[in-house]
């Protein structure tokens, strides 16, 4: 079964906002500076599949800033409107920085080389020329994106674990009506797109064997344990009642 658009999903559950609320809402905006998320200068547009079942893909919109010239910091949400839910966050890191990474770490990298050359990822409503100089840039990076709003699931909150998402790394993953539904929408062409960047290197080492959940599935899980003791008796956790 295909997946289905975020946008046919259903409402967030929950009253409209208040006219109150939105005077108050207003009122801080003025006054408070929101300086990081000032710092956002990028949309990205792609897709992500869950690490641990590739037939769960989901629109990906990235909105991103720079920490420094090898990292950046992105919000992920499910669509570009208004309303469009926060779902998750992705740090991009370039090359050079991944390979420091310790081997345990890098399995939950995935490589952006692919979804670059294919075309399927693109920066909305930003012309061809200028776009190509920054993915030409992106095609060398791997990020790390977690997701916490299972939206392909029809999930009305975001309700369970954070998940370990990946990328698309070859042709053939991504389902068919996700690239039709996405290029109409946003009048892009991820064939042409292809042909425009052909001539794009990529990554200087080849895509790391443990990067992309090393070629194998990851799946988030929640174990219970002893909580460690702060050593501040007035933090210490609760005593279990006994059953």
């Known amino acids: 079964m295909e997946p289905v658009h975020a946008s046919v999903l259903p409402d967030v559950p929950g009253e409209k906002t208040k006219i109150s609320t939105s005077i108050v809402d207003t009122a801080s905006s003025t006054i408070q500076t929101f300086a990081p998320t000032k710092k956002i200068h990028q949309h990205l547009c792609v897709f992500h599949f869950y690490a641990d079942d590739m037939t769960r893909q989901v629109e990906a919109h990235h909105y991103c800033c720079h920490l420094n010239n090898e990292m950046r910091q992105c919000l992920i949400y499910d669509r570009s409107e208004p309303d469009a839910r926060l ?52 095609a060398k990076t791997y990020g790390k994106a977690i997701h916490f709003w299972q939206v392909d699931k029809g999930d009305e909150l975001p309700l369970g674990l954070p998940q370990v998402m990946m990328s698309l790394t070859r042709d053939g993953q991504l389902y068919p009506n996700l690239a039709r539904d996405m290029e109409s929408r946003y009048g892009v062409t991820f064939e042409k797109e292809r042909e425009n960047r052909a001539y794009m290197e990529g ?5 790391h064997p443990k990067a992309n959940a090393a070629g194998i599935g990851l799946k988030t899980v929640l174990r219970e344990i002893e909580c460690k003791p702060s050593g501040l008796p007035s933090l210490e956790p609760v005593p279990r009642a006994l059953t």
Do not use: M, N
């Open 203 to 207: 990554l200087a080492h080849g895509v």
């Open 87 to 138: 779902i998750g966050l992705e740090y991009i890191v370039t090359e050079e920085l991944f390979l420091t990474l310790p081997d345990t770490e890098k399995p939950l990298w995935h490589s952006h080389e692919y979804e670059v050359k294919s075309g399927v990822l693109f920066l909305p409503g930003v012309p061809g020329a200028v776009e190509r100089q920054e993915l030409d840039q992106l």
